[in-house]
Every structure is written in C-alpha cells, then in structure tokens.
C-alpha cells in the first residue's frame, strides 16, 4: 500500500518505513535524512526506541498499512520533532489504540494536538475503524487535554494511567477553536436548513459573526451535524448566537445535548443568564413554533417580542434561562 503523507498548517506526518526503523535501531539517521530531513537530536525517544523492533518485525511481514508509525516534522524546517502512530491494526471489532510522543523543547506549542488532530482523522476516515482508544499517564495534564479536544471520553483509570475511547458511531461533541473551522461547519449546516436560514445575508453574517463566539460541534462518524455558538454579553449574561442541526438529526435530543454541553462551560464561568433570541410567537411559521417550543423545554422562558430588531416583518421573542 503506498501511504502518502499528512499534511497540517504546520506539520507533515510521514510514515515510518522497514528501512528508517532499521537505522534508528543502529542509531544512524542516514535513511531519514534521505528524505530531506534533519533530526531533532533528543529523538527517537527512548519509548520510540523501545517500539523500533517490533515496528521492523511488522513491515517486514507485511504491507506498510499507516496502522504503523509517522514521523512528526515540522515544515518549517523539515526537523522530525516526534512520532505518532497506533499499536498495530483494527481488532474485529474495528478498534485501534493511538499514541504519540514531540520531544520535550517542541512542546506547549500545540504541535502535539495538531498530528493527533490529523492522525485521528486519517483513522476515522478508514472504513474498518470504528473505536479509537488511547491512554495517559493520571498526571500527564496535557495529554489529557488534547485526548478530550479530540472528542475522546475518559472510560477508566488506575492508579497510573486514564484510559480514554472516541466511538465513531456515537455523537461526540468538540469545542472548535479555529474560526475558519467554525465558519465552514455554520455554512454548510444552515444552507441545509432554508426553513430556518433561508436568506442570504444573514446566513453570511452567521458565518462571518461564529469566529467572535465559542463554538461548539456534533460529530457522527466524523462529520459535523450539529452545533451551538454562544456569545458574552456581559459577566453575568451569554447569549445563543446560532444554533443548528441538520434536518435528519431533529429528535434525536442533539440539540439538548449541545446546550447541556455550552450550559456545563458556562456556569463553571459563573454566568448566570443564557438568553436566546428567536421567530416571536406572534408569527405565524410553524418551524419557529417548534424552535420555541423546544427552548420551553429545556427551560427558556419568553421575556419579550420585540418589533423593532428584527422588523414588523419578524418579530423577536427574546428568551431567558437562569443558569443558577
């Protein structure tokens, strides 16, 4: 199989061949620098040494699958700064376990979370993966905030290690930190929902107005499907900016579960007021009547319909929740 590499914004992921992992055995960097590459001199690390053999026995028995390991290298500079990989193939029930390792001065640059980010998509999009699991040392904080950025959920722990699993099939929700992310899911999402979105400017000033906000996704099988964009009004008041759902994905309880999500952040911050402005109840579109009726249930009360927001032509029902 030929594997082509990754690329991010500001990293390559290249993969591991059976002649690079012979020569780092030996500790000689020839076969790396081949590539064009230079070699960070704190790497591999001694966790990479430890699996360079049995990375030789499985590509000397079989195809290069990507199930093996990936260089990490920045491309600013073509140094390997790192790896990242997985501990052999899919079980039978499509589950695979990562790990990855950025030597120690390439850290708290983030580096760490983008060859995840990347790697983790490369296996998501594989058909016969379904489970991703990883663990972390209980201490290792950092690791454990890229694993949850990831959409990863903490399943146990020991007295040394958290484990922590993403199932494709499930809904997995992630706060989005890149904007241009942010407007790319709010564009397409509501271009999919004209009864709700149907003009244009504003569809426009939504995807424009998501990059000031914190924004929050729903993902099923790698795809986003849903999302919530909360805006601060003030120390004491967030407000809904947007919120939408993909028509197959009503009903489903993805909208509370969003909300349940943005609400959990917010009153950690100790704000105490979510609002939400929406169609008033004075016109008469049943869709909005729906919307409504879901923001009574998951506790919104109407506080007033105002003309003079929107127009006469659509009325503004503002809506409040206490979040204390």
Same mark, same amino acid.
């Given at each position: 199989?030929?594997?082509?590499?990754?690329?991010?914004?500001? &990293?390559?992921?290249?993969? /591991?061949?059976?002649?690079?992992?012979?020569?780092?055995?030996?500790?000689?960097?020839?076969?790396?620098?081949?590539?064009?590459?230079?070699?960070?001199?704190?790497?591999?690390?001694?966790?990479?040494?430890d699996i360079l053999p049995i990375i030789v026995k499985v590509l000397k028995e079989n195809e290069p699958s990507g199930f093996e390991t990936w260089m990490i290298v920045k491309k600013?500079?073509?140094?390997?700064?790192?790896? /990242?990989?997985?501990?052999?193939?899919?079980?039978?029930?499509?589950?695979?376990?990562?790990?990855?390792?950025?030597?120690?001065?390439?850290?708290?640059?983030?580096?760490?979370?983008?060859?995840?980010?990347?790697?983790?998509?490369?296996?998501?999009?594989?058909?016969?993966?379904?489970?991703?699991?990883?663990?972390?040392?209980?201490?290792?904080?950092?690791?454990?905030?890229?694993?949850?950025? &990831?959409?990863?959920? @903490?399943?146990?722990?020991?007295?040394?290690?958290?484990?922590?699993?993403?199932?494709?099939?499930?809904?997995?929700?992630? #706060?989005?930190?890149?904007?241009?992310?942010?407007?790319?899911?709010?564009?397409?999402?509501?271009?999919?929902?004209?009864?709700?979105?149907?003009?244009?400017?504003?569809?426009?000033?939504?995807?424009?107005?998501?990059?000031?906000?914190?924004?929050?996704?729903?993902?099923?099988?790698?795809?986003?499907?849903?999302?919530?964009?909360?805006?601060?009004?003030?120390?004491?008041?967030?407000? /809904?900016?947007?919120?939408?759902?993909?028509? @197959?994905?009503?009903?489903?309880?993805?909208?509370?579960?969003?909300?349940?999500?943005?609400?959990?952040? *917010?009153?950690?911050?100790?704000?105490?007021? *979510?609002?939400?402005?929406?169609?008033?109840?004075?016109?008469?579109?049943?869709?909005?009547?729906?919307?409504? #009726?879901?923001?009574?249930?998951?506790?919104?009360?109407?506080?007033?319909?105002?003309?003079?927001?929107?127009?006469?032509?659509?009325?503004?029902?503002?809506?409040? #929740?206490?979040?204390?």
């Amino acid at each position: 199989m030929k594997l082509k590499n990754i690329d991010t914004k500001r &990293l390559t992921l290249i993969p /591991i061949t059976l002649q690079v992992s012979e020569t780092l055995i030996n500790g000689e960097n020839a076969e790396v620098e081949k590539l064009g590459l230079k070699v960070n001199k704190a790497w591999p690390t001694d966790d990479t040494r430890d699996i360079l053999p049995i990375i030789v026995k499985v590509l000397k028995e079989n195809e290069p699958s990507g199930f093996e390991t990936w260089m990490i290298v920045k491309k600013d500079n073509s140094e390997v700064i790192g790896d /990242i990989g997985f501990h052999g193939g899919p079980d039978e029930a499509g589950e695979v376990e990562i790990g990855y390792g950025i030597v120690e001065e390439e850290r708290k640059n983030g580096f760490g979370f983008e060859a995840a980010r990347a790697i983790f998509n490369w296996a998501i999009e594989r058909e016969n993966v379904n489970v991703i699991k990883a663990d972390c040392l209980i201490n290792n904080i950092p690791s454990a905030k890229i694993l949850k950025r &990831l959409g990863m959920k @903490e399943t146990n722990r020991d007295d040394e290690l958290i484990y922590w699993k993403y199932d494709k099939m499930a809904v997995n929700i992630l #706060k989005i930190l890149v904007n241009e992310e942010k407007a790319k899911i709010t564009d397409n999402i509501l271009r999919n929902l004209p009864e709700w979105f149907g003009i244009e400017e504003a569809i426009v000033e939504y995807v424009e107005g998501v990059k000031n906000t914190d924004f929050y996704a729903a993902y099923v099988s790698n795809k986003p499907v849903g999302f919530i964009s909360i805006k601060t009004n003030n120390i004491y008041t967030s407000e /809904i900016y947007v919120v939408g759902i993909l028509r @197959e994905y009503h009903g489903n309880g993805l909208g509370r579960e969003l909300l349940n999500t943005s609400e959990k952040i *917010l009153i950690e911050s100790e704000v105490k007021f *979510l609002m939400v402005k929406t169609l008033g109840e004075s016109h008469p579109d049943k869709n909005y009547k729906e919307t409504r #009726k879901f923001y009574k249930k998951v506790g919104f009360y109407p506080l007033e319909e105002i003309e003079e927001i929107w127009g006469k032509a659509n009325p503004c029902l503002i809506m409040v #929740k206490n979040l204390v």
